[in-house]
């Protein structure tokens, strides 16, 4: 149980493209997302938590603009980059909450999708 | 603002060694979380540790915690090849369903 499931799992695009990345809990209902970037060698960074039903909620020094974040179910929240630069390369992660569980609150993390922009 | 730090930061290794992993942060949490990343892959979730005095064993490896000290251990005891990773620690902020992450500690074991 508690699996979650990404979405591209690797994607290429060409700088000035935008890209969307789609994050769903299979087995359970979430009612919170969160989304990650890791650096090669480093560790995650926070971007983002994402509610269903809600504007997501960035992290200090994420662009919003650029980040954009929707969670409009209970199983699926989206990041798109936009305008995407060689910078934005990365790998971006997705975790999950298991909604109305309490004793662990523990996140569910994806695969990882690799990001490259040309 | 909740802060984690592992060390060491990297940790090489002869098979059949001991070795710890620390993993300290500086303000009050109760749930802290241990995590293993292979090269190019996602997390895999090691131990949950809930509660002070918290101690979970899973083959050769065995974690602690002490919310006292804001401090939790890996242990790593006969290290074999298998388990040259990535081990990150994460600690949950108080009331909140959000992670602060380690560092990381990269750990390779020479055969």
């Known amino acids: 149980g508690a699996v979650v499931s990404q979405h591209p799992s690797r994607v290429i695009c060409k700088s000035g493209t935008s890209v969307k990345i789609e994050c769903r809990s299979l087995d359970f209902q979430a009612t919170t997302m969160f989304w990650y970037r890791q650096f090669p060698k480093q560790s995650l960074m926070l971007m983002a938590t994402s509610n269903e039903g809600s504007k997501a909620t960035y992290e200090q020094g994420v662009e919003k603009d650029k980040f954009l974040i929707n969670h409009a179910s209970l199983t699926l929240s989206t990041l798109t980059v936009t305008s995407a630069h060689p910078e934005d390369s990365s790998f971006y992660i997705c975790?999950?909450?298991?909604?109305?569980?309490?004793?662990?609150?523990?996140?569910?993390f994806g695969p990882g999708t690799r990001l490259t922009v040309l | 603002e909740l802060k984690v730090e592992q060390n060491p930061l990297f940790l090489s290794m002869q098979e059949g060694k001991n070795y710890t992993i620390y993993c300290n942060y500086s303000?009050?949490?109760?749930?802290l979380y241990w995590y293993r990343q292979d090269p190019g892959k996602s997390l895999e979730s090691l131990f949950v540790?809930?509660?002070?005095?918290a101690v979970k064993q899973e083959g050769r490896l065995m974690a602690s915690l002490d919310t006292k000290a804001r401090l939790s251990t890996l242990h790593i005891t006969a290290a074999v090849h298998d388990l040259s990773a990535t081990y990150f620690c994460a600690v949950s902020e108080s009331g909140t369903y959000k992670y602060i992450f380690g560092t990381g500690t990269r750990l390779k074991v020479l055969a």
């Open positions: 303000t009050t949490s109760d749930r």
């Open positions: 975790s999950a909450v298991l909604a109305g569980g309490v004793l662990q609150l523990e996140q569910f």
């Open positions: 540790l809930l509660s002070n005095g």
